[in-house]
């Protein structure tokens, strides 16, 4: 379906013929000044055909010649080195992304503890470690933590009594 | 102009040294230059309206034909191809210096690059007042040029100065036939509303 605007160039320059013609034409009627558009459009091809002539290129030879040369320069220079692929490519950094989650999801679930039974051993086991640094392996160190009473408690075990005279009154 | 018709002889022809250009054998491009260089030098000038210009954009054209010539398949007319490459470089470089806004219309030049006898061309002598009110029209007509697009312009002077067909105006540009006839339309429009008092004084 060609617009009012394609249809009046094609029939300003004599493209239109039968139905399509004759059809356009009465779509015309309604405006008088078509013709005279048309007349007007002839004028200014002739204008500019009468006055925009050809021109014509000057030093044609050394055209050519400056061509050629231009041509030989470009041939001699060295092929451009391929470029080096870049390591980042996107389906690389996609899978990095996706590794990076992975590893942030695991170490979330092994470090972080969640519930209570998971909290109190995180607790067992701080007061191992603090056991295995005892030289005496009759001596041991664990701690507790109330929550409701909000205390911790350093529970030793193993150790000799203080003699009386080191004690602190 | 018209491209389609050409002898078959210069389509023969022309498929012969495009061979061998992609063969690598640039003499053979060296006639195709010869062959095209005024038809090509003059559609850029009457879009550029300025020698040096045209002359530099003609030689990029055809620099950039010589680079793409191993992909020419032969769809099309060698010239369509040309046609169509120096046309892309051209409006690409008429867009570029209007977003610079160094593409209104420049009076002296335009008055400075016509040659009375030789630009203009009018047939015959010309008395001396005619040469005068011929450069003067010279200059309104490329005034009004430059007022339009570089798409209505390259348009309206294939259509108009080359006396190409709608197809081969698409073909060369790279758009629909409608487009080619809508860009007409308007460039038509423009260019009499600029030239009015021409056509009445003519």
């Known amino acids: 379906m060609k ?15 039968g139905d399509e013609l004759a059809d356009f034409e009465r779509e015309l009627a309604t405006r008088p000044d078509a013709d ?18 050809t021109p014509r290129l000057a030093n044609a030879d050394f055209f050519n010649h400056q061509l050629m040369q231009r041509i030989a320069a470009d041939e001699a220079q060295p092929a451009p080195a391929p470029r080096r692929a870049f390591f980042w490519t996107l389906p690389r ?29 995180r607790q067992e086991y701080v007061a191992k470690i603090l056991n295995a640094h005892s030289d005496d392996p009759a001596i041991s160190a664990t701690a507790f933590h109330d929550k409701q009473q909000n ?11 203080i003699p009386d005279h080191q004690q602190v009154r | 102009m018209p491209l389609e018709s050409e002898p078959v002889t210069t389509a023969v022809e ?6 061998r250009c992609q063969r690598g054998d640039t003499q053979a491009f060296n006639e195709l230059v010869t062959k095209y ?40 007319a060698f010239y369509t191809w040309l046609y169509r490459i120096v046309m892309n470089v051209t409006i690409d470089w008429v867009r570029k210096k209007r977003a610079e806004g160094e593409a209104e219309f420049d009076e002296t030049l335009g008055l400075k690059g016509v040659e009375p006898g030789a630009v203009t061309a009018p047939k015959g002598e010309l008395l001396p007042h005619k040469k ?36 081969e105006i698409a073909d060369a540009i790279g758009c629909s036939i409608g487009t080619v006839m809508s860009r007409l339309f308007y460039a038509r429009k423009k260019m009499q509303s600029l030239l009015k008092d021409v056509y009445e004084n003519l």
């Not at chain 1, 617009?3 to 013929?17: N, V």
């Open chain 1, 3 to 17: 617009t009012f605007e394609e249809k009046f160039s094609a029939w300003i320059d004599g493209q239109l013929t």
């Open chain 1, 93 to 121: 950094m996609a899978l990095a992304g996706a590794f990076c989650l992975l590893l942030s999801f695991a170490m979330y679930f092994v470090a972080v503890p969640k519930t209570q039974r998971q909290i109190e051993a």
């Open chain 2, 37 to 76: 260089r005024n038809k090509i030098y003059a559609m850029i000038y009457n879009m550029v309206r300025n020698e040096q210009d045209a002359w530099d954009l003609a030689q990029d054209g055809f620099l950039k034909a010589w680079k793409s010539i191993q992909r020419f398949r032969g769809d099309s």
């Open chain 1, 36 to 53: 005279a558009e048309k007349f007007a459009a002839h004028q200014l091809g002739d204008l500019l055909r009468e006055h925009v002539a």
């Open chain 2, 132 to 167: 005068l009110e011929a450069i003067e029209i010279r200059a309104r007509i490329d005034e009004a040029i430059a007022k339009l697009t570089p798409e209505h312009r390259a348009v309206i002077l294939m259509r108009e100065m080359d006396g190409m067909e709608y197809q």
């Open chain 2, 14 to 19: 022309d498929a012969e040294l495009v061979a």
């Open chain 1, 151 to 161: 205390v911790t408690v350093l529970w030793l075990d193993g150790l000799d009594y």
